[in-house]
């Protein structure tokens, strides 16, 4: 079990990680906007986190502190949100397609200041950054308690106010303004909180990676995200966190079947070096047999009659 | 009767449309209409499939501007003004074709269009702090007292589309109401029910205006429905206002038989 863990770490921390990401996504979806900036909001952090950590604070020799990795998180968090509120506020205007098509717009015009400034890097981007644990496991002690708030706040979010107001602008935007939702500052707020969420995301990945470039927060993340979205379901914050759990073990995971002995040469190959491929079909057979991916409000609602059912 | 100058913004009129037209390219579909609803009236609007009745809905409403004309409310300009801002100010509407926040519960469907009433921010109600935990039962109540008032009471858990047609315009009209609105717009709230359902329609209608002491616009297509509930009647004809009166001289208007009342004149 010990050897388990410690294989495994880094996929241990990667996939709550993940999850916390995947709820970014959740968040603009909530009021029916599919935006997938929040790869750009992630890499923005990252590099607060990367300089402050490498160039700004000095800290004695040993762990670097974690209370400094929770400063460059909530610094991460507020300069993402301000970046947010500034973006969001023309890019929601768009609708649909063309929305998701500004924000891909977004992270690659991110990725390209970054790639050409002097303080981000450049491409070789800022390595060395500290750690604040003498393990890679022990990122949990800051990933999971972020994964946890971030889904308490999301489920009791959609139990408000504002939470109600986003899912009116979902299920129709034009019923919901008439009943008096203001779509725009509803569809901002959900978009900064998502960037800050993002943000805060990034500022500890960059410890954990030990190094930060412009191959963090990618257009390849965007389609992770939508993945994760798409397989775990759209319709409640268990979907995605679900689906980021999932598709990010999965590669390990056929990893792991590929070394079990006894299966033959070429479907070891297969599993090791085909993951990509098996990914897209999951993908692909996962969009047809359900669509509303695996977790739906349905499915939690006959889950928790169960359960109520089985307490009396 | 397009021409016919606006009407003096009486203190009694709660609605005054002044001269509105509103044009979608080269088709004008509502041409310099003109009426004043006064505070408490029960307004019936009549014509004709496309003479304009749902493009003036949507004026008021703010989900269409119009090209020409104002539009005042409680002597207040409103013109212009987006739907949420007409929202806040105490109209409420239904829609031709339900639309309903389908996926919802019907008691989320009437909890929603509360917003406006209610004051709760986003830090308030994620924690839970006391005064947005008072509203938010305070909403709850509020929503089932009117999906009682509409007798969907025992239905409050199913989602909004699994409720028969009649039931989701009833649905509607409670998510209507929980706007408290002083003017309530329903755009064909009989369509698709059968007599004893639009009986029943009558009376909601009647009870909840005299109850919540509303003032009524009006669409419908069922005449005798109308006839016997409107105070007055206006009646569009390709976007054009060709009479305005009490229901039986409505009626008998030679314009209004020829135009739309011909074979049942």
Redesign the interface.
Known sequence: MATFIATYDFLFVSMVLAAVLALTLYLPLMAGQLSVASPGFYALGGYIAAILSTKVFHPAPGLYPVRLVLVEMALGALVSGVLGLVVGIPALRLRGIFLALATIAFVQILGVVALNLDVTGGAIGIFGIPQPFSNQLQYLWIALPLLALSML?VA??E???????L??LR??E??????????TYHKV?AFTLSAMLAGAVGAVSAHFINTWNSRQGTFDTSVNLMAFVLVGGS?TFVGPVIGALILTALPEALRGVADVGGIPPWLAQFLRDGRLIIFGVLIAVGTVFFPHGLIT?ALLRRLGGRRRASAR | MSAAPAPAPGAADLLAVDAVTCRFGGVVAVNEVSFAVARGELFGLIGPNGAGKTTLFNLI?G?TAPTAGRLRYRGDDITGL???RV??RGI??T?QNV??????SAL?NV??????R?H???VG????MGS?RR??RE?RDQATALLALVGLGDRFDESARNFPYGDQRRLEIA?AL??EPELLLLDEPAAGMNPAEKRALSDLIRSVRARLSLTILLIEHHVPLVMDLCDRIAVLNFGQLIALGAPAAVQKDPAVIEAYLGDEA
């Open positions: 706040f009791r979010l139990r408000t106010r504002t939470g109600r107001a899912i009116a299920e129709d034009l019923a919901a303004a008439a009943m008096g939702v203001n779509p707020l319709r409000p | 409403t989900l987006p739907p949420h929202a806040e409420a509407r829609f639309r309903l926040f389908g996926e919802l989320d909890m929603i269009a509360r917003h406006v209610t709760s921010g986003l109600g994620v924690l839970g947005a509203e938010e909403t998510r929980a706007l």
